[in-house]
């Protein structure tokens, strides 16, 4: 629509919400509070929804108010706290014969208002078919409880209202439970905790959905939405209510700074504006802790109270049906003197309950007694627990306390639970003081979803779910007789990070002081200290190594010692790695820590590995050369399967690798240099690529034109290994093409392989330039958030025959070619690799020597080599070369 064409009410209407908004930010930026600006949206709404309502009675009913119709706004609209470019929700209550007016009104209010620039969320409904929506449809109901008059016929709206109360509290048991259940749903998308990385200040668990909530759960109970009216109905304590009132104008603050910083709507607080954020609001650091990692441990404090007041007060009014109540109680047996025990609950007595709470050794046998059994514990008990231990005055705790604390963690069971219940409690502060300080500690990486603390306890859940694990990580996990020092390493195992000492080191220390404090034997005491410092040493080995070199699993043997210790660690590492976030235990992974874990444990139980490996090598060359048949390039193929090491033999199927080197067999006697095909490999769900090329007098800058050919494509290398036969070099890559999400079109490979065909052919063609566009869904940050020092590492003592090179990297783009680049340049020849790329971060692993064969091994070279790698990463990190 031109310009010249729009009306008159909706010219005025724009410049109305632009002044509006104008006058809302200043009002913001002034230092308001997020209420006050809530409630100037608002009325700028209101204004504007009015402003289009009397231009149509006045074009349609000469300014009469129609009879029979009622303008209803509910939601956030109806609830008065929009953030400045929130959704307006509006309805047409209408009676049945005035429908045919309610349609003209309809029909200008939805065309006017998006017109001036609103998104407009509207419906035309009798008050029967509204109720009845609602009684069917959670999130219609949620809406409309926030109904609030507008215009029209008031007398419409409150018989609507009305009927719309009075249907609630009849239903309430079922609507509380549909809106429980519509939540769970709703977090399990938005996270289901509060300490997410990059929360959904609206949606994510303890947002603002869960103080919505709680209005709604009171509509269905009482008819009542205002906190105010049911703190004084007796169903908030006001405790809570205070604390709601303070996070409801802390988070309506946070979610309108996000509007104005966006100019849209947006509730996602995403890692670089809570740098902004925290910088603009005037947050402070602190020794070990960024002015960014201060207001994120607000908003987590905020976020945690919301989500405990929001689940008390709906397991409060979630009426249990009568009959299961009366079975839990007429079922229960008495343990002990205070407790009682149901088919699914645990309590304590009601008159023993006030002196029970008061008692840290009797609840924390109490939190085990409900491990032990696998009961809920019930809720007026965890109540009055909770407010006896906010009311306790933090004190060392004796040795009753720690013994049943090292009770709970013996089992597993409902264990991660109570864990939280005693974490949200700061139960675990009193016995690990140093837990205190992960507390929503950010970890500032993609890599990680959780905050420090929230991961630890999930590594826990991890690691308790394997009990009903059929595979051989259950197996394990069941073998062991006592998990208490498993459970106790995977809770403290990262609780050093946030010092410039490595995490692992200033862990292994804290560790030590935690087993004294629990009074541990010395042997658990140096085991857990042992697990806390080499708990990342089952990737760094699995993931970045070659497994198929004795050396790196014997020197993996010789640093783990016992099948035992083994054992402790892997189940450790699996549990850690799956509670970093979702999708990072690839099955790749898994199948990598497998082959490390029975490698490692052969070489325990018969110290001879390099015969298993010669025998196993054999046995599928074997096996390959039956494939091979009478084929007419048996020669060449029978000549490069001598040569092909285990890694790549244990990685095909015997018949897929004999048809590989049929291809290439054939490829190469006819005299071509350079292969490339592509398979897709549903492993790790990635296309991979096979480079295969005959060197020649090209020794150096192989890898280098091959990531560099990938680049130019736009294409994102996730991982890579690079293998050198006699004169052939046998890479593989796997890769993501962000243009093709699912497997790319027969045309794509085809290109592909061809650009790295002709650049592997023509060396001293110039690389052509890389797309524009890299990859999909990855936003770009501030290079503030890389607060995670770029490692750059040489290691002469693991292997014999080669200089291990290891860098530490956020992702850049390109960042793989310039490094191989830089490395080329060196003369440095590159004989096998690891590429391993997970969101923003790279731990990639290089086998280099000097051109001659010899490791790279003066201080001065090294120092060259290091220098050279970062100094193509960032110019911010040359200072840090010689480190």
């Not at 599928?620 to 494939?627: A, D, K």
């Not at 199927?653 to 049929?662: C, G, N, R, Y």
Request: glycine content about 6%; proline content about 4%.
């Amino acid at each position: 629509m031109a310009g010249s064409s729009l009306s008159d009410v909706v010219l005025r209407g724009r410049e109305m919400l632009r002044k509006g908004r104008e006058r809302c930010r200043r009002q913001h930026d002034g230092g308001s509070r997020g209420t006050q600006v809530s409630t100037l949206v608002s009325d700028l709404y209101d204004d504007l929804v009015l402003e289009v309502w009397n231009q149509a009675c006045a074009d349609y009913f000469d300014s009469a108010t129609p009879a029979g119709v009622a303008l209803v706004a509910h939601g956030g609209f109806g609830r008065r706290d929009l953030a400045p470019y929130s959704d307006a929700d509006l309805m047409l209550i209408v009676r049945g014969r005035s429908t045919a007016v309610a349609e003209k009104l309809a029909q200008a209010l939805t065309r006017d208002l998006v017109d001036i620039g609103l998104e407009v969320g509207f419906a035309l409904r009798t008050p029967r078919e509204a109720c009845s929506l609602s009684w069917s449809d959670p999130v219609i109901f949620t809406s409309l409880t926030e109904s609030r008059f507008l215009a029209g016929s008031l007398k419409v709206f409150k018989r609507f209202f009305q009927s719309l109360r009075h249907g609630a509290v009849r239903r309430g048991g079922r609507l509380v439970r549909d809106l429980t259940q519509a939540r769970q749903e709703e977090r399990s998308k938005w996270g289901d905790t509060n300490y997410l990385l990059t929360p959904n200040v609206k949606k994510s668990r303890g947002g603002l959905r869960d103080i919505q909530m709680i209005r709604w759960i009171g509509f269905a109970r009482y008819g009542e939405v205002d906190l105010e009216r049911l703190l004084k109905l007796g169903t908030l304590t006001d405790e809570d209510y205070r604390m709601l009132r303070r996070a409801y104008d802390f988070l309506i603050r946070l979610r309108n700074e996000l509007h104005f910083r966006e100019n849209r709507a947006q509730d996602v607080l995403d890692r670089a504006t809570q740098v902004v954020i925290a910088k603009a609001w005037g947050y402070k650091g602190r020794e070990g802790v960024l002015p960014v990692e201060a207001f994120m441990q607000q908003y987590f404090d905020v976020t945690r109270d919301v989500r405990y007041a929001a689940r008390f007060f709906a397991d409060d009014n979630r009426s249990r049906p009568l009959i299961g109540q009366a079975i839990e109680r007429i079922r229960a047996r008495r343990i002990g003197t205070d407790v009682l025990m149901g088919p699914t609950h645990i309590w304590v007595e009601a008159s023993k309950l006030r002196e029970f709470s008061l008692s840290l050794p009797r609840i924390l046998r109490f939190m085990s007694l409900a491990n032990h059994h696998n009961r809920r514990i019930g809720h007026h008990t965890w109540q009055t627990i909770r407010k006896a231990m906010q009311e306790r005055q933090p004190a060392r705790p004796d040795a009753e306390s720690v013994g049943a604390f090292l009770s709970l963690l013996s089992r597993g069971g409902r264990l991660a639970p109570l864990l939280r219940r005693l974490h949200e409690l700061r139960i675990i502060d009193q016995l690990i003081p140093d837990f205190k300080r992960t507390r929503g500690l950010l970890q500032f990486n993609a890599y990680h979803k959780y905050t420090v603390d929230a991961h630890c306890i999930r590594a826990v859940e991890v690691a308790t779910d394997f009990a009903d694990d059929p595979t051989a990580m259950g197996r394990r996990y069941r073998r062991l007789k006592d998990k208490t020092l498993l459970h106790l390493a995977l809770l403290i195992h990262d609780i050093g990070k946030g010092y410039e000492e490595d995490h692992s080191i200033v862990g292994a220390r804290i560790a030590r002081k935690t087993g004294e404090r629990l009074d541990l034997d010395a042997s658990s005491i140096e085991i857990l200290e042992w697990l806390v410092l080499k708990h990342l040493s089952v990737n760094t080995v699995a993931f970045r190594h070659d497994l198929n070199d004795p050396e790196i699993v014997i020197a993996f043997a010789k640093e783990v010692g016992s099948i035992r210790r083994l054992e402790l660690l892997i189940i450790h590492s699996v549990a850690d790695l799956a509670a970093v976030g979702p999708d990072v235990l690839t099955d790749w992974k898994m199948k990598l820590i497998e082959d490390l874990y029975l490698r490692t444990r052969r070489y325990f139980e018969t110290g001879d590995l390099d015969a298993d490996q010669a025998e196993l090598a054999d046995e599928i060359r074997h096996q390959v050369r039956e494939c091979l048949g009478d084929e007419t390039t048996a020669a060449t193929s029978l000549g490069l399967l001598r040569q092909i090491p285990l890694s790549m033999l244990r990685r095909e199927k015997p018949e897929d690798l004999a048809t590989q080197l049929i291809h290439v067999a054939a490829a190469l006697d006819a005299g071509q240099r350079t292969l490339c095909f592509s398979q897709y490999d549903p492993i790790p769900s990635a296309m991979r690529y096979v480079v295969i090329f005959r060197q020649g007098d090209t020794r150096v800058g192989i890898f280098a034109r091959v990531a560099g050919a990938f680049m130019s494509c736009g294409i994102d290398i996730l991982r890579a290994e690079i293998v050198t036969l006699e004169d052939i070099v046998w890479d593989e890559f796997w890769v993501s093409d962000p243009d093709y999400p699912d497997q790319p079109p027969p045309e794509r490979l085809d290109a592909v392989s061809s650009r790295v065909r002709d650049l592997l052919d023509s060396p001293d063609a110039p690389l052509p330039p890389r797309k524009r566009k890299w990859s999909v869904g990855k936003k770009d940050e501030s290079e503030t958030l890389n607060v995670l020092p770029t490692k750059v590492d040489l290691d002469n003592e693991t292997l014999d025959r080669f200089t291990i090179l290891s860098l530490f990297a956020y992702d850049q783009t390109g960042l793989l070619y310039r490094v191989a680049t830089a490395l080329s340049q060196l003369n440095l020849v590159l004989h096998f690799a690891k590429i391993d790329t997970h969101l923003d971060q790279v731990a990639d692993v290089f086998y280099l020597t000097e051109a001659d064969g010899r490791q790279v091994e003066s201080k001065e070279r090294q120092s060259q080599v290091r220098q050279a790698v970062l100094s193509v990463i960032s110019p911010e990190d040359q200072d840090s070369a010689d480190a």
